[in-house]
């Protein structure tokens, strides 16, 4: 069917659309060519829309509420996320990626008062500065901030824990590692620092082939830069460790 009448009329388009699209035992498919742009100024009424779900999604005859818990999954990892295109035959794949990049900036409860690299770890926060050493700051049974520090024993192969200090408020307590980092290991500085120049800079090879060990694909990998690399290896690392 061709569209050669412009309209204004959401109704009208509706109607001039609806008629190729009646249903026949003949007919598996329709194909309608618009030759004056109706199709950007309107949208047909879907299922979907009635259900004031986002997106100009195409459902590919999935069950829609089955679908929408899916949507749901996704706008929560990724509230930015453009639904438009989304790909309902990738949908498992699409999943995993969204959540391997997700959280790889500062939180953004934390964020107006560090520039440092801390990650969500849990219900709490961690900052890695290298050689498998981590700040972890995370909420004590009687709702006080704690600062623990971290490390990997490579002869005992054990993760050695070492208590910093305590803070009642969480903006407090994260002020005061960054001072501490700062003060005792300015060597990371520069490692920690999200304004770092590097960060932006293409990964490394160490880089890549770290990421595909630790279980990263291929087409994640070629988004990231050399920041948002290292971000993404500390936070598989502190997965990794935390189910030791």
Known sequence: ???????????????????????????????LVDFVDNSSRHRLVTASSLMGMEGNINYR????????EQIDKIRELAPDYNLDHLD?????????EIDIMSGLEIPKDI?????????RFGE????????????????DLLGKWVCSYEYWDRETHKTISEWLGEEEVLDFMIERVDKF????????????NMNSDWRNKPLKEPQYD??????????????????????????????KRSYR
């Open 181 to 192: 980092i700062a003060s005792n290991y300015s060597e990371t500085v520069k490692l920690v």
């Open 1 to 31: 069917m061709f569209l050669a009448r412009p309209t204004k009329s959401t109704v009208l388009f509706s109607q001039m659309a609806g008629r190729c699209m009646r249903p026949h035992p003949n007919k598996p498919y329709a194909s």
């Open 124 to 139: 709490g926060y961690r900052i890695g500065i290298g050689e498998g050493r981590y700040f972890v700051v995370e909420k």
């Open 111 to 119: 964020e107006p008062i560090t520039h440092y690299s801390w990650l």
């Open 61 to 68: 005859g999935e069950d829609i509420l089955e679908a929408q």
């Open 88 to 96: 309902f035959g990738k949908l498992n794949y699409l999943m995993e």
């Open 210 to 239: 770290l990421l595909r060990k630790l279980g990263v694909s291929s087409d994640v990998i070629i988004q990231l830069n050399r920041g948002k690399a290292a971000q993404l290896t500390n936070k598989l690392l502190s997965q």
